[in-house]
């Protein structure tokens, strides 16, 4: 089981990007799907949530109307667009699949069982 984060660069504040998770060894569409991030000094924190086949989508407060998960169950790969990048959407974006189907509290890092191992993103003032 292996994911793959991919997508991350250093753009200008108010510029997008794309993030990718692609899956191998899982089906990621049998998953719910978070996507985290972790400045330096911070703790990693919560981003998006795309629930297993319920059609829940949901952000941290930060990131409303930014950023909009997606995913491609053909290419077996979930998206974070990104878009009005902020300098403090700067960190490290790692995404994660739950350790069980569409748990209650996806916010949590303990719901998820798989990592990719994260994606730089730097926006610049």
């Known amino acids: 089981v292996q994911l793959q984060a991919s997508g991350g660069g250093l753009v200008q504040g108010g510029e997008s990007l794309r993030l990718s998770c692609s899956g191998s060894?899982?089906?990621?569409?049998?998953?719910?799907m978070g996507w985290f991030r972790q400045a330096p000094g911070k703790e990693r924190e919560w981003v998006s949530y795309?629930?297993?086949?319920?059609?829940?989508?949901d952000y941290a407060d930060s990131v409303m109307g930014r950023f909009t998960i997606s995913e491609d169950v053909d290419e077996n790969t979930v998206y974070l667009q990104m878009n009005s990048l902020k300098p403090e959407d700067t960190a490290v974006y790692f995404c994660?699949?739950?350790?069980?189907?569409?748990?209650?509290?996806?916010?949590?890092?303990?719901?998820?069982?798989?990592w990719g191992q994260g994606t730089q993103v730097t926006v610049s003032s």
């Open positions: 060894g899982l089906t990621l569409e049998g998953f719910g």
């Open positions: 795309r629930g297993s086949r319920d059609g829940t989508r």
């Open positions: 994660g699949t739950t350790n069980e189907y569409n748990p209650q509290h996806y916010y949590d890092l303990n719901s998820y069982a798989y």
